[in-house]
């Protein structure tokens, strides 16, 4: 990681089903850019219930059908000093948003942000699929795809 990296958290609850898709999509498209260098990509949880654990294998078999792999990642609480040190802070749900917002006050750069509101139109949450089935996990992965490239089409456009 650079000293000007860009860096970017995405948070759910667990940091097992939803964020770990989020960062692997996001990571997939600044790597298909060629921008690794430019970015540092994380994800956490606001629950500390699956610390040090893997993502969930529903989400690590979805991502590899899109040939991301996402199985380097490790479950983290997120920290109320991550709200300083992450220039975007990205999160899955308005929950998880007011969770991390009761910690301390956010960062200047606009704080944290709904991932959905990247795609105009779109449903404003992405779906919990953790007591679902498989299929939540696609509908997961189709959100999180697109609104991870429109929002680093927005970053590169504030960060030229
Ligand atoms: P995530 O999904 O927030 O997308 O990682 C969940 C994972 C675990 C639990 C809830 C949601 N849980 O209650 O253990």
């Known amino acids: ?17 939803r964020s770990p ?18 970015f540092d990509v994380d994800s956490a949880g606001t629950s500390g219930y699956h610390v040090g654990e893997l993502p969930d294998p529903r989400s690590m078999a979805v991502a590899a059908r899109h040939d991301v ?8 609480q997120f920290l109320a000093r ?3 040190d992450f220039d975007y ?6 929950s ?19 991932l959905m509101d990247e795609v105009p139109g779109a449903v ?3 779906p919990d699929p953790y007591y679902g089935g498989p299929q939540g996990f696609d509908t997961v992965w189709r959100m999180v795809d697109e609104a991870t490239e429109a929002l680093l089409n927005r970053i ?4 030229p």
Do not use: W, Y
Not at 26 to 37: D, M, P, T
Not at 69 to 76: A, E, K, L, V, W
Not at 97 to 114: C, E, I, K, Q
């Open 1 to 17: 990681m650079s000293q000007q990296a860009t860096r970017v958290v995405f948070v759910c609850l667990g940091n097992i089903c």
């Open 21 to 38: 898709l989020a960062e692997g999509a996001f990571a997939a498209h600044v790597k298909a850019r060629g921008l690794s260098e430019r």
């Open 69 to 76: 792999d996402i199985s380097h990642q490790r479950s983290r």
């Open 82 to 84: 991550d709200l300083q």
């Open 89 to 94: 802070v990205i999160a899955m749900d308005r």
């Open 96 to 114: 998880n948003r007011r969770n991390m917002l009761a910690l301390d006050r956010p960062n200047g750069n606009g704080a944290v942000t709904l």
């Open 124 to 126: 404003k949450e992405v």
């Open 156 to 159: 590169l456009s504030e960060q």
